[in-house]
């Protein structure tokens, strides 16, 4: 602190808190949330590496069953995630929480997944991304009735309209060349089916688990997404037979990294 500083001075330099813009007398101040060029750049990789996974999907369904697939992602990024869960103390997690993560896990990652693979056998990828990018919809509509302190706002909306606008500009190649027809219906709705349990999993998040540390809310997760979709493979998928490509182990290594690990770690 140099001469002359106050102590106030000094912590409203370096304080985090809220910014409040100028109001006129007799009201109240309005708080501005101070969004970071980190937290920026955490979401930008976010959208970036989400939105190129679904042709990599496409490209692993190729030669690999959607299901064995899906589970060979997750397993691959379970297994990256873990030193960095132990660093963060997963083993000092409680029970309580471990389960609870366990359990969304299954909502965030098993189910959606199964349905998102097993879609894409059907739907083409720019439709797939269009269906998907409904996600910012259910959630807003889920938070409204699960978090009391989530108000749903016509900006809100408006901002999730603009999204979904957003994906279909940029599919609109893909989505002049997809098809239709029974199949493509049923796949369809199983992608929005799976935009929404997404959806859900992510208010749960929002409801006594903020205390747990990024890394092990990631790695908890998606282990055990990855253990339902181990077991799901088993079942439905013993008799189908699977290609070892080049293109299939990119798709692998890729979705698994880029896919899952990095971008679940910068969401969280």
């Given at each position: 602190?140099?001469?002359?500083?106050?102590?106030?001075a000094?912590?409203?330099?370096?304080?985090?808190?809220?910014?409040?813009?100028?109001?006129?007398?007799?009201?109240?101040?309005v708080?501005?949330p101070v969004?970071?060029?980190?937290?920026?750049?955490?979401?930008?990789?976010?959208c970036?590496?989400?939105?190129?996974?679904?042709?990599?999907?496409?490209?692993?369904?190729?030669?690999?069953p959607?299901?064995?697939?899906?589970?060979l992602?997750?397993?691959?990024?379970?297994?990256?995630?873990?030193?960095?869960?132990?660093?963060?103390?997963?083993l000092?997690?409680?029970?309580?929480?471990?389960?609870?993560v366990?359990?969304?896990?299954?909502i965030?990652i098993?189910?959606?997944y199964?349905?998102?693979?097993?879609?894409?056998q059907?739907?083409?990828?720019?439709?797939?991304?269009?269906?998907?990018?409904?996600?910012?919809?259910?959630?807003?509509?889920?938070?409204?009735?699960?978090?009391?302190?989530?108000?749903?706002?016509p900006?809100?909306?408006?901002?999730?309209?603009l999204?979904?606008?957003?994906i279909?500009?940029?599919?609109l190649?893909?989505?002049?060349?997809?098809?239709?027809g029974?199949?493509?219906?049923?796949?369809g709705?199983?992608?929005?089916?799976?935009?929404v349990?997404?959806?859900?999993?992510?208010?749960?998040?929002?409801?006594?688990?903020?205390?747990?540390?990024?890394?092990?809310?990631?790695f908890?997760q998606?282990f055990?997404g990855?253990?339902?979709?181990?077991?799901?493979?088993?079942?439905?998928?013993?008799?189908?037979?699977a290609?070892?490509?080049p293109?299939?182990?990119?798709a692998?290594?890729?979705?698994?990294?880029?896919?899952?690990?990095?971008?679940?770690?910068?969401l969280?």
């Open positions: 602190m140099k001469p002359g500083d106050s102590p106030l000094n912590r409203k330099a370096t304080s985090r808190e809220p910014e409040m813009s100028p109001c006129p007398a007799g009201r109240a101040p708080h501005r969004v970071s060029a980190r937290v920026r750049l955490a979401w930008l990789a976010c970036v590496l989400w939105g190129s996974t679904w042709l990599f999907i496409k490209l692993g369904l190729r030669d690999l959607p299901l064995r697939f899906a589970a992602r997750m397993t691959l990024a379970a297994l990256l995630l873990l030193p960095f869960a132990m660093r963060a103390g997963l000092r997690s409680g029970r309580t929480a471990a389960l609870r366990g359990a969304i896990g299954l965030q098993g189910v959606p199964a349905l998102l693979f097993a879609a894409q059907w739907v083409a990828s720019g439709l797939s991304a269009v269906l998907f990018a409904t996600f910012p919809v259910w959630l807003l509509l889920l938070a409204r009735v699960l978090l009391p302190a989530q108000p749903l706002s900006a809100k909306l408006l901002a999730a309209a999204g979904i606008a957003g279909v500009v940029l599919q190649p893909a989505l002049r060349s997809a098809g239709a029974d199949r493509a219906a049923l796949g709705s199983l992608i929005v089916a799976a935009a349990l997404v959806a859900l999993a992510n208010v749960l998040v929002r409801r006594g688990l903020e205390a747990v540390p990024p890394a092990v809310l990631t908890g998606v055990a990855a253990a339902l979709l181990i077991v799901l493979a088993w079942t439905l998928e013993g008799g189908r037979s290609s070892w490509t293109g299939a182990a990119v692998v290594v890729y979705l698994a990294i880029c896919g899952t690990a990095v971008p679940y770690l910068l969280f």
